[in-house]
């Protein structure tokens, strides 16, 4: 068992319920944190707060602040919370600021609600959710790949910024996730050589845990066999 305590984003998606059920398995607890309801866990180690809009700092750092006080310590921030368009650029409804605001601005928010908490705890960690996709963009991804290049960007600065204190930030940089609404859009693709959310759950929880102290700033490709 462990008394470190996770706040968990975006914890009704498919990554996110992975990542929070192999939390729970590891004894952690875990705060889940989502914009709609979410769907109970049945673990007293776990609080759900639902109806939350990430991209209100205000609503962000209260529900930050009642994970902490619901737990008593924060330690790890899961950045999971975000969204996917493809759209050309000359779509006639642009989704650039949809696309910075759910994927860069959810991340921003809650980041800087926790960093007073995660400075407390002797193995602060915030993990975000980058994208290979956003390393090169194609097209229809210039909106989602831009708005994922900044979490990369403000997952380094942040990095540099909490040099001096207990705190580490890193990305994961996933290809394409095996959940079935990818399966039902790619429906000619071959979901073996993507990558299963349970794979990505293992990776970040080891960058939110004490033994990934050595490193900071990076941007970890998790990219299966595309």
């Keep these: ?53 990430l991209t209100d700092a205000a609503a962000a750092k209260k529900a930050v602040d009642q994970a902490q006080a619901h737990f008593g310590r924060l330690d790890a921030v899961l950045n999971i919370a975000g969204g996917f368009v493809w759209q050309t650029v000359d779509d006639a409804e642009p989704a650039w600021d949809r696309m910075y605001r759910l994927n860069l601005v959810t991340a921003l928010n809650t980041s800087r609600a926790a960093l007073p908490h995660l400075k407390a705890s002797d193995e602060g960690r915030i993990v975000n959710v980058g994208a290979a996709g956003a390393l090169k963009s194609g097209m229809g991804m210039g909106a989602y790949a831009a708005s994922k290049s900044a979490v990369h960007r403000l997952t ?66 998790v990219t299966g066999r595309v």
């Design 1 to 53: 068992m462990s008394d470190r305590v996770l706040v968990i984003t975006g914890g009704q998606g498919q990554l996110g319920r992975a990542v929070i059920t192999a939390a729970l398995a590891r004894g952690l607890k875990v705060a889940a944190i989502d914009h709609s309801a979410v769907d109970p866990f049945d673990s007293q180690a776990c609080l759900e707060i639902g109806g939350v809009d």
């Design 156 to 221: 380094e600065s942040l990095a540099e910024e909490t040099k001096s204190s207990s705190v580490t930030v890193n990305a994961v940089l996933p290809s394409i996730l095996d959940t079935p609404q990818n399966r039902k859009d790619m429906p000619d693709a071959d979901p073996s050589t993507w990558v299963k959310v349970e794979d990505l759950a293992e990776v970040m929880l080891f960058l939110a845990s004490p033994a990934s102290h050595a490193m900071t700033g990076a941007l970890v490709p």
